[in-house]
């Protein structure tokens, strides 16, 4: 290679979940490895910038949401309101803890850990932007997302917000408009809204968060609007200009008029794009999807079968257990060891709104896409026993079976706290369970999760019944 350079086995480019997650599986095999983070502060997004601090400021948000119901529940007192720098406080302790901790991990000496920028040489080859120089028989690209702001007219000449303000928010905006309608967009229209902004949330197509059923996104929406946000779906964005007062001026369509909104508080949550303008790919001639993220197969390995990627910069799904079961997955490939191929039929995912949404497996739709016969049940939480005491009313629960071998596929919950109850199907996914196998445990009365015995019931008859029989 003539280059003068530290050699290894493995270099891990990006040490967020994914990465940390193959640095640490390839150490447990023996393996000499790097870890290249270039990030100002070390941890990844899920710590830093996503998951923890949204989770820690949305909590605090439903406990004020609570409190302010409090002649609901039967006591009195003044309305609790939002001091914004305090829950900012009590998120940076929570976050800290979190980031430390992972930095112990990341320096504990397992790893060879450079702090730069990394890009491609050659396909064995990373240059740092500190001048050094590592090569490796295998590397791993887990460099993450960065925001994405389309090419709308107008928005890039305008001040705007994202999730990175949001989550460090002090003060409160009087107002804001949150363009977006995907599941960063909701979460953090709800918590602005929660403590005590005026939201407008804009979204293009008819309903918000598309990876759920219209029935599902139906219910958040009259959450919301009913919690007092102002939410317009169908909307078409034309244009924004940025006002000499200092406020931007959003101009959209919206059932054929034409209208436009000032605001002090433009937040993009119009997604991410994967992270990788500049590592170089060009040079080493790697394939990208459409999508912009690194083209892969089922283990993980992009077109250049000794370089795997893996999390946000790979998709298809970003979310941290998908990033730490794709990094693990390519330390064990990369490295002789037998490891399933990724595969999505049992996909988790949580919407941290309130009701939350969450889904496991496949739709009705995917379910016939793979040639089977699907049978569904459900039961709204407004006749729950446990979710009337709580006030908790909104949402359902569903779920999808095979009518041949009676597998349970797929389950839909909407809900309070629904990303905890969603687990009990995860896991019954997850092992190919029927109904009647569920029915086997005991579902504790009451609770918010016995609720899933109703349908199981409905589907472990309609199972035992044959169509064409009477039942
Ligand atoms: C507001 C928000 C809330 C979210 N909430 C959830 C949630 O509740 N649940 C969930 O599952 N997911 C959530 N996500 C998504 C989740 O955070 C990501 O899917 C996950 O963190 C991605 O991990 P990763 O390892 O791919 O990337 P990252 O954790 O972003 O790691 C990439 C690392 O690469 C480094 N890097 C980048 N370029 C280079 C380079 N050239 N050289 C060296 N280093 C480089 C960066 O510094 C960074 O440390 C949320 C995201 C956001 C934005």
Not at 247 to 271: I, P, W
């Amino acid at each position: 290679m003539g280059q003068k350079g530290k050699d290894f086995d493995f270099v891990v480019l990006g040490g967020g979940s994914a990465g940390y997650a193959a640095a640490r599986t390839a150490n447990e095999l023996g393996k000499k490895v790097a870890v290249v983070d270039g990030g100002r502060e070390l941890s990844g997004l899920c710590i830093l910038r996503g998951c923890m601090p949204s989770k820690t400021l949305i909590y605090s948000a439903e406990v004020l949401h609570l409190a302010q119901k409090g002649d609901l529940f039967g006591f009195r007192g003044e309305k609790p309101v939002a001091d914004l720098a305090a829950m900012q406080k009590r998120k940076r302790e929570v976050i800290q803890e979190f980031s430390d901790f992972r930095k112990e991990q990341l320096e504990d000496g397992r790893f060879s850990l450079f702090r730069a920028n990394g890009s491609f040489l050659d396909t064995n080859t990373i240059a740092l932007d500190d001048g050094q120089v590592l090569r490796a028989d295998k590397i791993l690209i887990s460099t993450g997302s960065v925001v994405h702001t389309p090419d709308l007219p107008g928005l890039l000449d305008c001040p705007f917000k994202t999730s990175d303000d949001v989550l460090d928010l002090d003060y409160l905006p009087e107002e804001c408009v949150v363009l977006g309608g995907g599941v960063v967009a909701c979460e953090l229209a709800q918590f602005l809204s929660r403590v005590g902004c005026k939201v407008t949330q804009l979204q293009r197509s008819k309903h918000i968060l598309k990876g759920f059923s219209d029935e599902a996104s139906t219910v958040l929406e009259k959450a919301f609007r009913t919690e007092g946000i102002d939410l317009l779906t169908g909307v078409s964005l034309q244009s924004f200009e940025h006002l000499k007062g200092g406020a931007t001026r959003v101009s959209f369509e919206h059932k054929g008029q034409s209208r436009h909104l000032d605001t002090r508080f433009l937040f993009n949550a119009l997604g991410r794009k994967p992270a990788t303008a500049k590592l170089g790919l060009e040079k080493i001639g790697m394939e990208r999807l459409p999508s912009g993220h690194i083209a892969t197969n089922a283990h993980q390995q992009t077109t250049i079968p000794s370089i795997y990627a893996a999390g946000d910069c790979a998709g298809p799904h970003e979310i941290v257990h998908v990033a730490i079961k794709q990094g693990e997955t390519v330390a064990k490939h990369a490295f002789g060891v037998s490891v399933a191929p990724m595969q999505y039929d049992h996909l988790l995912t949580v919407v941290f709104t309130d009701p939350q949404l969450a889904r496991v497996g496949l739709t009705v739709s995917e379910i016939r896409d793979r040639g089977m016969e699907p049978i569904s049940a459900s039961y709204p939480f407004d006749d729950h026993g446990k979710s009337i005491l709580m006030e908790a009313k909104w949402g359902y629960v569903a779920l999808h079976a095979d009518r041949a071998s009676g597998r349970i596929l797929g389950a839909e919950c909407v809900s309070k706290d629904a990303g905890e109850l969603i687990h009990s199907l995860s896991v019954a996914v997850a092992l190919g369970a029927t109904p009647s196998d569920l029915l086997k445990a005991d579902w504790y009365h009451p609770t918010l999760s016995e609720i899933w015995t109703y349908p199981l019931e409905d589907l472990a008859e309609e199972i035992s019944s044959p169509p064409n029989e009477p039942a």
